[in-house]
């Protein structure tokens, strides 16, 4: 009996062991969505998810990439958690819609403010802010640590590398994608040379050649019932 069971037993314990490890890896920080398009603003959510088993997660900061700098956070509050958002100056301004922007967010930082609030074992929460403009295309890293109550912290800095393995900690990646150019006035109003063309033609013809067909169409209507009656007449007589 012993023998028997013993190659199933071996296999669910694989099998255990194999969706603990996959669960353990797919619990990362991430940003979500993780694609964006570019030149816009977007909001953004960083998903915080406590791997511990012991401990609670209770602070966390995210660092916004200095090569694509966001000259603006606006930060969704979040119930038992306070925050701040810390800027840094820039030694290349940046232009936005406001004109010249001389410095952008460096980081910002949540921190619960009880216990009750803390991010518990086998728990996660998210943490929403509206950002921009985006770059016009790329990728942009967002590096983060999260703070434990045991005092440990968890660094989600490694960078993630086109095939090769995910690294243990990666940093949440937000892909941006080039903005559609919009279709220009002349294909979408129809002002252009070659949509007035047909329309001119068309308002120009009502008082000439555009009666013309409904004119033919009555005489032939009239023809064709004369000449069934004259030949009715014709087969009467005979």
Same mark, same amino acid.
């Given at each position: ?16 062991a194999?969706? +603990? ?5 797919? +619990?990362?920080?991430?940003?979500? !969505?993780?694609?964006?398009t ?9 998903? $915080?998810?406590?791997? %511990?088993? /012991?401990a609670? #997660?209770? &602070? *966390? *900061? ?5 090569d ?5 956070? %606006?930060? &969704?509050?979040h !119930? ?5 958002? &810390? ?26 403010? %009880? =216990? ?10 998210e943490?929403? $802010?509206?950002?921009?403009?985006? !770059?016009?295309? @790329?990728?942009?890293?967002? &590096? =983060? ?5 045991? @005092?440990s *912290?968890?660094?989600?800095i490694?960078?993630?590398? +086109? ?20 279709p220009?006035?002349? +294909?979408?109003?129809?002002s252009? =040379? #070659? ?8 308002? /120009?013809?009502?008082? @000439?050649?555009?009666?013309? !067909?409904?004119?033919?169409s ?6 064709? =019932? ?6 009715? *007449?014709?087969?009467?007589? %005979?």
């Open positions: 009996m012993n023998r028997t069971f013993a190659v199933p037993a071996v296999a669910a314990a694989a099998l255990t194999t969706f +603990a490890l996959a669960g353990a890896a797919s +619990a990362h920080v991430t940003v979500n !969505p993780n694609m964006a570019g030149g816009s603003y977007s909001k953004l959510t960083f998903r $915080v998810p406590t791997e %511990s088993d /012991t609670s #997660t209770k &602070k *966390v *900061v995210v660092y916004f990439p200095e694509h700098p966001f000259a603006s956070a %606006s930060v &969704k509050p !119930p038992g958690w306070s925050f701040t958002v &810390k800027d840094h100056k820039l030694s290349t301004p940046i232009t936005s819609d406001d004109g010249q922007v001389t410095e952008a967010v460096q980081k910002i930082v949540w921190t619960a403010t %009880s =216990a009750a609030s803390q991010i518990k074992p086998g728990e996660f929460d943490f929403d $802010v509206s950002v921009g403009p985006l !770059p016009n295309s @790329g990728t942009v890293v967002f &590096k =983060a640590l999260q703070y434990y109550t045991d @005092g *912290v968890v660094r989600w490694e960078p993630s590398v +086109a095939g090769q393995d995910e690294p243990e900690h990666p940093a949440p990646v937000l892909s941006i994608t080039a903005a559609t150019a919009a220009s006035a002349d +294909a979408t109003s129809g252009g =040379a #070659t949509a007035d063309a047909t329309p001119m033609s068309a308002t /120009t013809d009502d008082d @000439g050649d555009s009666k013309a !067909p409904l004119v033919l009555i005489l032939a209507v009239v023809l064709a =019932a004369g000449s069934l009656a004259l030949s009715v *007449v014709r087969r009467k007589r %005979s």
